[in-house]
């Protein structure tokens, strides 16, 4: 299997079960985890204010097709829903000049967080979840794999 294909399974495991499958959980310090908590929260409330503006080329709610990332990263695809009890944001980053892409999912659900990240470099993939419970942060934890692509 390619690391390509590696990472799209391990991302939509993760979509679905909110996890990765058959990784360690590692506790990880709860600072980092909330930063991101926080980060993405921003980044939804930032889509949310581009959406539809003259800057996105998809013209449906809640997703995003921009040229350029607000910080200035590139082009980025962006999906975002919410209802009262779970919300989610998706994003691809593509990097071209650099190899590859970047690709992230959010779910926030009650008071859990639950992060995934997909990175490639030039030589090996490198796939991050963070798992977050916003009542006890102190449980702060992570699942980390890196692979040969």
Same mark, same amino acid.
């Given at each position: 299997m390619?690391?390509?294909a590696?990472? $799209?399974q391990?991302?939509?495991y ?6 990765? =499958? /058959?990784i360690?959980k590692?506790k ?12 993405s ?9 581009? /959406?539809?503006?003259? /800057? ?5 709610k809640?997703?995003?097709l ?5 910080s200035g990263?590139?082009? *980025?695809?962006?999906?975002y829903?919410?209802d009262?009890n779970?919300?989610?944001?998706s $994003? ?5 000049? *650099? ?11 009650d /008071?859990?967080?639950?992060?995934? $990240?997909?990175?490639?470099g030039?030589?090996?993939w ?7 419970d916003?009542m006890? =942060? ?8 890196t692979?040969?692509?």
């Open positions: 390619t690391g390509i590696k990472a $799209r391990l991302s939509l993760f979509q679905h079960y909110r996890e990765l =499958p /058959d360690k590692e990880v310090k709860a600072d980092g985890v909330l930063y991101d908590f926080e980060h929260r921003g980044m939804i409330e930032e889509y949310g204010r581009i /959406d539809n503006s003259p /800057d996105d080329y998809d013209s449906r809640g997703h995003l921009l040229a350029e990332e607000p990263l590139g082009p *980025v695809q962006v999906s829903q919410g009262g779970e919300t989610r944001l $994003r691809l980053s593509l990097s071209e000049p *650099v190899g590859g892409f970047a690709e992230e999912h959010y779910i926030f659900a /008071d859990h967080f639950h992060a995934l $990240r997909v990175r490639v030039r030589t090996t490198w796939v991050e979840a963070l798992h977050l916003r006890q =942060p102190a449980t702060a934890l992570r699942q980390q794999i692979f040969k692509k």
